[in-house]
């Protein structure tokens, strides 16, 4: 591969990043329930060292958080291939504002993306946490 098409590659890896992160954070601001289908029954949530795994018990972790709103200003948006073929590894970082809460939280979240037979992605290790301090 050359040098022109490995920056082709890492472009695409990073369109499709942005688009995940924009629309995973768009949907977990807005409607909490429908993240679940991003996940697959094979996927593993770490959130705050809590690990579930499962589309559907990672989508009953995330609807039944004890906010009901919140909205997220990502900073940072990293992504590398994946060792699985076509898979994204996605790290992002940014803050959180809770309903009602005066002070933004930090977090940190990492996905691994791995593609379908139909063209998408899945999410298979999303890892999630609060940067305290």
């Given at each position: 591969?050359?040098?022109?098409?490995?920056?082709?590659?890492?472009?695409?890896?990073?369109?499709?990043?942005?688009?995940?992160?924009?629309?995973?954070?768009?949907?977990?601001?807005?409607?909490?329930?429908?993240?679940?289908?991003?996940?697959?029954?094979?996927?593993?949530?770490?959130?705050?060292?809590?690990k579930?795994?499962?589309?559907e018990?990672?989508?009953?972790k995330?609807?039944?958080?004890?906010?009901?709103?919140?909205r997220?200003?990502?900073?940072?948006?990293?992504?590398?291939?994946?060792?699985?073929?076509?898979?994204?590894?996605?790290?992002?970082?940014?803050?959180?504002?809770?309903?009602?809460?005066?002070?933004q939280?930090?977090?940190s979240?990492?996905?691994?993306?791995?593609?379908?037979?139909?063209?998408?992605?899945?999410?298979?290790?999303?890892?999630?946490?609060?940067?305290?301090?």
């Open positions: 591969m050359d040098k022109e098409e490995k920056m082709g590659v890492e472009d695409q890896l990073e369109m499709v990043a942005k688009a995940f992160v924009n629309h995973y954070y768009h949907l977990f601001d807005t409607n909490r329930a429908a993240l679940a289908p991003l996940y697959h029954h094979t996927s593993m949530l770490s959130f705050e060292g809590q579930i795994q499962g589309a018990e990672i989508g009953q995330l609807a039944q958080l004890p906010f009901e709103h919140c997220h200003f990502i900073s940072t948006i990293d992504s590398q291939p994946s060792p699985f073929g076509g898979g994204i590894l996605v790290f992002v970082s940014g803050n959180l504002q809770l309903q009602g809460e005066e002070h939280l930090k977090f979240q990492m996905f691994q993306l791995i593609p379908t037979q139909h063209g998408s992605f899945f999410v298979q290790n999303d890892m999630f946490r609060l940067n305290y301090g």
